[in-house]
């Protein structure tokens, strides 16, 4: 199929590139021009179109350009304690660029699917759990707010012009190998950089979801998700964030907790563990790796990024 993907040069999207074209797939990368990420044009087998997503008539004259099957739109601000300070700028990518992308994709012909990347953020403080996908919004952050309006925006495309949505809200992702800003990155970094976890919260309870997993579900919506459906990607499995440090010491075999670290947002969800049975049960998808292994990996891959800092 020909697929126009978002956020390519992103966390997942750099995961799911090579899965799509394993599959066969005709994928076109919409992305901004970024100072740092050329490396990814030295490919003469990659397609890159370029636009910002908060710019309707660039955007839309993309869509025209590549006239895609399938849209998979993954681009976005992802830190969520950054988007306290960054209100509006988060709302500009994640709500203005998604009702953007949607508008200019509507007047297609031939769109398939629009699969859009939401958060497990828009549940917020929930009294049931696991959370199934029928829970309420309950957005504790700007981050979470945008993702509901451009949730709530795609519904109403859904509605008037039966445009073919399919949500997808993933939980704690993680295995990233450059950015030590989230939880798991952060605890392995500090403990490797200086012998002890530095975070601040001991007691939030997670979902953690390994950047393979998460990857895959997005093959396998492309595959078998119903258009105006929304599917949860978790594990449901909820870990604190002690547990997970200690996890991690222990996996090293070395180190100390350290929870005295300035908190980093004005408010945190204490508890996020998702459903996922309705993506197992539509999809065929489950998570292949559990906490341990997945963190044996990504404890790896910043070891050698570590050496190869010293190398060079």
């Not at 990518?93 to 939401?118: D, P, R």
């Not at 499995?237 to 090293?252: D, H, N, Y």
Request: charged residues 25%; glycine residues 8%.
């Amino acid at each position: 199929m020909k697929i126009l993907l978002t956020g390519r040069t992103g966390f997942i999207g750099s995961h799911l590139y090579p899965k799509l074209i394993d599959e066969g797939h005709e994928v076109w990368n919409l992305t901004r021009h970024v100072a740092g990420r050329y490396e990814y044009l030295k490919s003469e087998k990659e397609r890159f179109v370029f636009a910002d997503l908060t710019d309707f008539s660039r955007v839309r004259e993309i869509v025209q350009q590549v006239q895609p099957e399938v849209v998979i739109h993954l681009a976005a601000k992802t830190p969520v304690s950054l988007s306290f300070n960054e209100p509006m700028d988060f709302w500009e990518v994640t709500a203005t660029g998604t009702v953007n992308l949607a508008e200019a994709c509507k007047e297609l012909e031939n769109l398939q699917k629009f699969i859009h990347a939401s958060t497990s953020e828009v549940y917020g403080i929930q009294d049931e759990f696991p959370i199934k996908e029928t829970a309420p919004y309950n957005p504790e952050s700007p981050y979470a707010v945008g993702k509901v309006a451009a949730e709530e925006y795609l519904k109403m495309l859904r509605k008037v012009y039966n445009f073919p949505f399919i949500i997808i809200r993933p939980f704690n992702s993680y295995g990233r190998q450059k950015i030590k800003h989230y939880v798991v990155e952060r605890a392995i970094t500090t403990l490797l950089e200086h012998g002890e976890v530095r975070l601040w919260n001991p007691h939030s309870i997670r979902d953690f979801l390994f950047v393979d997993d998460h990857a895959n579900g997005y093959v396998s919506v492309l595959e078998k998700g119903k258009v105006g459906e929304t599917y949860n990607f978790c594990t449901g499995r909820g870990t604190s964030i002690k547990e997970l440090a200690e996890l991690i010491v222990g996996l090293l075999g070395y180190g100390s907790l350290n929870f005295s670290m300035p908190r980093d947002r004005p408010f945190e969800i204490p508890k996020l563990v998702g459903d996922n049975s309705k993506a197992r049960n539509e999809l065929g998808w489950e998570p292949k790796w559990s906490l341990e292994n997945g963190l044996r990996e990504t404890i790896d891959l910043w070891r050698k990024e570590r050496l190869g800092n010293r190398r060079s």
